[in-house]
Structures are given as structure tokens and as C-alpha cells.
């Protein structure tokens, strides 16, 4: 049930929730607005569910947020990836696990405490030395843990495995910017900070961020790559720890210096994905986007092949940037 509809219909709880308990005997429908509705359903026309309405309504007001907010926005995105959706399908299936147990362990303590309370002339069990309950308290988390850890055993070894990729991305993080190597094809590609966030983001520019489009987000170069591809990208670092995240690809990864950490996509849609370093790296830490076009497989081809044509003459004399002058690119742009 989305919670933009739940809140209409609180807002209309009056004669809107009778028609709609109403229609819905009349079709033989089970609501499914939870026990709520079904309760209020089932009380007379004239009768008042005072307190459950101004319950909600005072959380909807305390708390815009839950009502207006989609599912989508509250959890994790699925991705474009295999990945990515094996990852957020593990997710659901512990959130679920641990809402059962939730509902289960807090009904319980609920139940108890109203239905067993002293007012009542409620005697506390004994329950020292029960077996039963020793064994069953040891036995049931232990059959939950290794119902969760197959799954995740599972999909933590999937992603671990770069094997039989067809292509190779080299990433590599400087202050503040990306380099992209495409390994077997022999492609480099600088990318920077868009140059329209690059003014905007200066004090006093005379441009309002809100005006310009992905402020933030956008490179001078986006990488290609191909859809449908296994792509294993190696990141890495020439100065300080960067961190190489696209959220839809499902991961990120620390891009250490002297280390070369492992990752993979197959990226099953053809889109353009953002991303940003993850890793406080500088001052501009915040200024380093990703940008990753995810085409056609004859699209990257020919996207290559320009590349390849672009930088043949100049690959004798491409010199990576000075790290000990690391903000050299981003001066020259103001
Ligand atoms: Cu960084």
C-alpha cells in the first residue's frame, strides 16, 4: 500500500473509509489496508475510532515524511546490475526476517506485560532449569543465522568473482579527479568536474547551483561502456584513498594507492549512471563526480574506435598530472 494513498485516505477517514468498507463487502474484497482498517470496517456507521485516527493523524503530522515518501525512496534502489539486484534481493530477505522476529519477540513482551500484570494477580513462571526453553532459545537464532548466511555465503562469493570479464577498467583516483584505462584497448580518459558545477560552485560566482543542470554530477568526460558486458574494474589511487561508488552498479570500492582492489558490472540497461567518490580525500573531495553512459555494444565500439583515433598521435606524450600539485586542473578552470 503506498503511503501517499494511506494518507488520503486518513485525511478522508470519515464517509470516504464507509464507502470503502462498504464497496468492499459488497465485491467480497479482504482489505489490505492492515488491522486498522479491517478493525474500523467492522464498527457501526456512527460509531467514533477516535483515538486510532487521531493517533495516525498525529504521526502523519510529526511525520510528513512517512506519508509523502515512497517505498522506492525509503529503501535501497535496485540497480541496473545482476549485482546490484542480488544484493538488494539478500537485503529484503534479513529486513524480513528481522521484522518477523520483531513483530514475534516485541508481541510477546507486549502480550505479556498487559495480560500478566500485577493488577491482574498475575504470578511470575518459574522457569529456572527448563530445558525446553534453553534448547529452543539456542536452536531457533541458530537455524535463523545459517537460513540468512546460505544467501548471503552465496551472494558474497558472486561478487567476489571477476573472472571471465569482457573488458578491463582501470580506475584511478587523484586530487580531485578520475583517470579511466581501458585496458585491452589501450584508451585513458581524464575526468573532471563539469565546468558549468566548476563556476557555479565558486564563491560568488553570480550562478545560482539550482540553475545548473546535475550540478555536482557532471564530468567534462563520461566513461562508455557497454550493456550487457561483464566489466571488471581495478581502482586504485596516485596521491591519497579515494572511493569509486555508482550506487545502481551495487558497490563501492576503496581506490588505495599501491593497491589494486577488484569489482564487477554487468550493467543491463543502457542509461546514464552518477556516481561520486566516497572517500574524504581533500578539500574538493566533493568535486570529483563519475559519470558512466551505458550503451550498445556497438555504440562503445564505435566510441572506442574515436578514442583510439583521438589519441594515437598524442599517447607518446600524455603525462599524468602532478600530484604534488594537485589542485593544477581545477585552478586552471576558475
Ligand atoms: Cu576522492
Not at 167 to 188: D, M, R
Not at 266 to 281: D, F, K, M, N
Amino acid at each position: 500500500m503506498p503511503p501517499i494513498h494511506f494518507r488520503l485516505s486518513i485525511a478522508g477517514v470519515g464517509t470516504h473509509q464507509r464507502k470503502h468498507c462498504n464497496a468492499a463487502r459488497m465485491e467480497g474484497q479482504i482489505l489490505n489496508h492492515g488491522e486498522l482498517w479491517g478493525a474500523n470496517c467492522m464498527t457501526s456507521p456512527n460509531s467514533k475510532p477516535g483515538a486510532v485516527r487521531a493517533l495516525f493523524t498525529a504521526v502523519l503530522v510529526l511525520f510528513p515524511g512517512v506519508a509523502s515518501a515512497g517505498w522506492d525512496q525509503l529503501n535501497l534502489p535496485r540497480g541496473v546490475t545482476p549485482y546490484s539486484n542480488t544484493v538488494y534481493d539478500l537485503h529484503m530477505l534479513v529486513l524480513w526476517v528481522c521484522v518477523a522476529i520483531g513483530v514475534v519477540v516485541f508481541g510477546a513482551i507486549f502480550y505479556s506485560i498487559f495480560k500478566f500484570r500485577h493488577s491482574q494477580g498475575a504470578i511470575s513462571a518459574q522457569w529456572h532449569e527448563s530445558t525446553m526453553v534453553e534448547v529452543l532459545w539456542t536452536t531457533v537464532p541458530f537455524v535463523i543465522l545459517i537460513a540468512m548466511a546460505v544467501p548471503a555465503t552465496t551472494a558474497l562469493i558472486m561478487m567476489e568473482d571477476t573472472s571471465k570479464s569482457d573488458l578491463t577498467i582501470k580506475v584511478t583516483g587523484y586530487q580531485w579527479k578520475w583517470h579511466y584505462e581501458y585496458v585491452n584497448e589501450g584508451v585513458g580518459v581524464f575526468s573532471t568536474l563539469a565546468h558549468t558545477s566548476n563556476v557555479a560552485r565558486q564563491l560568488n560566482s553570480g550562478v545560482d547551483p539550482n540553475t545548473v543542470e546535475n550540478y555536482l554530477l557532471e564530468v567534462d568526460n563520461e566513461i562508455v561502456v557497454p550493456i550487457n558486458k561483464k566489466i571488471r574494474f581495478l581502482t586504485t589511487a596516485a596521491d591519497v584513498i579515494h572511493a569509486w561508488w555508482v550506487p545502481v552498479l551495487g558497490w563501492k570500492r576503496d581506490a588505495v594507492p599501491g593497491y589494486i582492489n577488484e569489482s564487477w558490472a554487468t550493467i543491463e540497461q543502457a542509461g546514464v549512471y552518477r556516481g561520486q567518490c566516497t572517500e574524504l580525500c581533500g578539500k574538493d573531495h566533493g568535486f570529483m563526480p563519475i559519470v558512466v553512459r551505458a550503451v550498445a555494444e556497438s555504440e562503445y565500439q564505435a566510441w572506442i574506435e574515436k578514442k583510439k583515433a583521438a589519441q594515437a598521435p598524442a599517447a607518446t606524450s600524455q603525462v599524468l598530472p602532478d600530484s604534488s600539485q594537485p589542485d593544477s586542473s581545477i585552478a586552471q578552470r576558475q
